[in-house]
């Protein structure tokens, strides 16, 4: 990891041991692993803070594409490719308004009061029966052909 080689970790701990002192020497072990144990504990603690947020993202991710399929409409979709900006709907709104206008003018004309009602023809009338055919004697007449 930092590239030290073996020789240069023994030039280190004769340093250390002039240094410090042999009887000091475990005291400042133990104190210097106790840091790089605190060290890594918090490497490791921050990754998988980070790794959470990664996974809550994703989760985020996912959720809004299955709220897009579950939402997802045909008619707004044909809505959105048609007529983007709604100005079809208004006209067909608009057309259908004054059709419903004319229909509306319309029946008020035929119920007003000067209108004239239908008089029921009562039991209609059994049909009468159709007539025979008639025969003709041409169909009877008609020459045989011999080949």
Request: proline share 8%.
């Amino acid at each position: 990891m930092f590239d030290i080689a073996w020789s240069e970790l023994g030039v280190i701990a004769v340093v250390a041991l002039v240094v410090i002192g042999p009887k000091d020497l475990p005291k400042v072990l133990r104190t210097v692993g106790q840091w790089t144990a605190k060290a890594r504990s918090m490497a490791r603690e921050f990754q998988s803070g980070l790794d959470d947020m990664v996974r809550e993202a994703d989760l985020d991710d996912l959720r809004k594409a299955a709220k897009q399929v579950s939402d997802f409409s045909i008619e707004n979709e044909v809505k959105k490719t048609f007529d983007p900006d709604g100005s079809l709907e208004k006209q067909f709104a608009e057309h259908n308004q004054a059709i419903m206008d004319a229909t509306r003018d319309v029946s008020a004309d035929i119920s007003g009061p000067a209108a004239t009602p239908i008089a029921d023809p009562g039991p209609a009338a059994a049909p009468a029966e159709p007539a025979p055919a008639e025969t003709t004697d041409a169909a009877a007449a008609k020459p045989e052909i011999k080949p």
